[in-house]
């Protein structure tokens, strides 16, 4: 949690301030549709890239974009999209969903699954560097649910697309035997972090296999 704590206060001040080769479609899955490598950092790379940082750099990762099942704000199923990073080394991992902050419709490129550039694109590869999957969801609205409304402030409804992404980070994770230690932490900034709130409490309701560690939320609209 220190490490995590301080990694994000660190990039929120100052911004503002495996060799895991997979890629396909999956069948027989209730959520995973398919994963597509699109980039790939040694731990040596990603030290040189995060010079402030390099002494919580254990190793390298590899980006996909995934699509998945979800549903929209009106219970129609839709195809949804985000970015998952798999760290390169390690038996067993714990699981941090990182939920973005408002995207503009101008800036729909900068979504997580396009693995652009952007703060908080920055804090999944270092989180993954030190040692944590991380799920970044798209949400209706962006990446391969573009075509949908973005249901703005409907933070019950954006936590649906979350919940249904780490429930196929569950699924990926199982088709290629990659541990997941069962410590989830939850995060994001502004309407992220309204967000991951959201999404603690529907898998909370669920009742399932993933329940909340912990949590760290930073400047959100809660209500």
């Not at 890239?49 to 750099?57: G, L, P, T, V």
């Not at 080394?89 to 969903?97: A, E, Q, T, V, Y």
């Not at 652009?116 to 989180?127: C, H, N, R, V, W």
């Not at 954006?158 to 429930?167: H, P, Q, R, S, T």
Request: charged share 15%.
């Amino acid at each position: 949690m220190k490490l995590y704590r301080s990694f994000l206060f660190i990039i929120l001040s100052c911004s503002f301030f495996c060799n895991y080769a997979i890629a396909g479609k999956y069948t027989g899955n209730s959520y995973l549709i398919s994963a597509e490598e699109k980039q790939k950092k040694t731990a040596d790379e990603l030290k040189q890239q995060f010079r402030m940082f390099s002494s919580y750099i254990r190793s390298g990762y590899t980006g996909y974009r995934i699509t998945y099942r979800t549903t929209d704000g009106s219970g129609q199923q839709i195809t949804a999209s985000g970015a998952l990073f798999i760290p390169d080394s390690g038996r067993s991992f714990p699981l941090l969903n990182y939920n973005h902050g408002t995207i503009f419709p101008s800036k729909e490129s900068t979504a997580p699954s396009y693995l652009q550039t952007g703060f908080e694109l920055m804090i999944g590869k270092l989180f993954a560097s030190a040692g944590y999957i991380v799920a970044m969801p798209d949400y209706a609205g962006y990446g391969a649910a573009k075509n949908s409304s973005h249901p703005y402030g409907a933070y019950h409804v954006i936590a649906v697309n979350c919940a249904d992404m780490l429930y196929a980070v569950k699924e990926f994770c199982a088709s290629h035997s990659i541990g997941l230690s069962g410590k989830n932490f939850f995060s994001g900034w502004s309407e992220g972090a309204a967000v991951a709130l959201a999404t603690v409490k529907k898998l909370q309701d669920d009742q399932g296999s993933i329940q909340a560690t912990a949590s760290v939320l930073n400047d959100g609209p809660y209500y």
